[in-house]
């Protein structure tokens, strides 16, 4: 799997391949039609309490990553809207953090690629995608 990850901001290009924006907030200053996207999965995002008491603090990155990964393991027909479409393509995870780093993007990425691939269902969740229109 190629899964690569980038800042809603920055221009699209080809070699992005499959465009998912993972923030569960829609980004400030960018319009749908602007980000480019193939998918927002808000329901992909660190919920909101977690996502809290990060605040893309450096020092809680570990224990960040640590809490995020175990609510990741609860969503996997979300997952699979990813996996899926990397198991052919570049897949770009993007993500609306000034922090490059420290970021859910790179949490995400992370788990996505230490999962062995019998863990990556086929099953989709329609109710939790958001499919943006203009691309």
């Known amino acids: 799997m190629r899964i690569q990850v980038k800042r ?42 977690l996502r809290q008491w990060f605040n893309h603090d450096p020092a809680r990155w570990a224990e960040f990553q640590r809490r995020y990964h175990a609510e990741l393991k609860k969503k996997t027909a979300l997952l699979a809207t990813i996996t899926e479409p990397a198991k052919t393509h570049p897949v770009t995870l993007l993500y609306s953090a000034k922090d490059e780093r420290h970021n859910q993007a790179v949490a995400l990425q992370s788990f996505l690629l230490k999962r062995p691939s019998s863990q990556n269902p086929i099953t989709r969740t329609p109710a939790t995608i958001s499919r943006p229109r203009n691309r």
């Open 8 to 49: 809603v901001y920055e221009p699209m290009a080809k070699s992005d391949g499959f465009r998912v924006l993972v923030d569960r907030l829609w980004p400030r200053g960018i319009s749908k039609t602007d980000a480019k996207l193939d998918l927002w999965l808000p329901n992909l995002g660190p919920s909101t309490a």
